[in-house]
């Protein structure tokens, strides 16, 4: 009974405005809100409007009237204020807010403008984690980065130590970008990679440090295997030689020592001082052979048979006898 009192009382309203109002009001835009944030949804115009009607999905929720204290229904009385321009504000956003706001505006005379908000209310980005495949990459022919997220995510992004990874080799988006795989791994790939999940109204993001191990090439494997067995085979050439070396070495410092160690039978000796080998033809000559009459040098000496060393001297009864001599010679 009073919505339809309501009703004539604006159409009697509507006859007898008057002509020539303008109005201007925002153009139409969507509203991105996170969830439990208010929903606040501003309109104006140049000239003051008799009515505002709002609605909600299809269903007028409320009323503005100028001058009038405004009118909210039952399903959103304890969320849903209308401010003095008309304006609205929805307090305490729900999953169930999303959707289709229109808001006609009616000026005496004037037809009527309508703006419509696209309301979308989105949960808060969180755990983002990033989940590596296989854990040992070497061998394997690509590894897979992983990102999993919780809340409402539109977007996911990569960057290795800060760039943006794209869809490019050895790089593979794959499952709406939530997996980045690398084709062919190696070493250059190591780095810090980092995903992003985000909305419009919240984002994440988690790290994955990737470490791919330096592997070697067939060719470089057997060109290493090479160098070693040569290295080897040169590091035994050189002991032996060595080992030779030193062997001749003494053998023939043992040769010299030998040869130079004075042999009796080979140096003799004479009183003049020379030293004569038996080779020498002049070892043979009788001038190598002296005779001293002195009891204290080498060589030839007379012993007698008297006592020199007597005080007096007596005949002898008995002639002297053969002299005895004997023959000494210094080597």
Known sequence: MGYAILTATLLLLIQYGREGAAVTANSNSTLNV??????????????????????????VQAIWINNSKPQVFQSYADRLSLLENGSLLL???TKKDNGSYIATITVVGEPQATLTFQVKIYDPVVNVTVVQSPQVVSGNTAVNLSCKA????????WTKNGQIVGNSDPYSLLDGNYTLQIKNPDSTYSGNYTCNASNPVSWSDASWGLTIPYTLSGGAIAGIVIGSVAGAILLILLIVLLVFCIRKRKHALGKKKKTEKPQHKDVLRTVSGNTL?????????????????????????????TDNTSEHKSPSPNPPSPTKIKHATQV
Not at 36 to 59: A, D, E, F, K
């Open 91 to 93: 307090a305490k956003s």
């Open 277 to 305: 080998s038996p080779d020498d033809p002049a070892y043979f000559t009788m001038n190598n052979i002296m005779y001293r009459n002195s009891s204290i040098s080498m060589g030839s000496y007379i012993m007698n048979s």
């Open 150 to 157: 919780s809340g409402d995510v539109e977007l996911v992004s």
């Open 34 to 59: 996170l969830t439990g944030n208010n929903i606040s949804l501003n309109i104006s115009y140049t000239t003051p409007p008799l009515t505002v009607t709002w609605t909600i999905n299809g269903v």
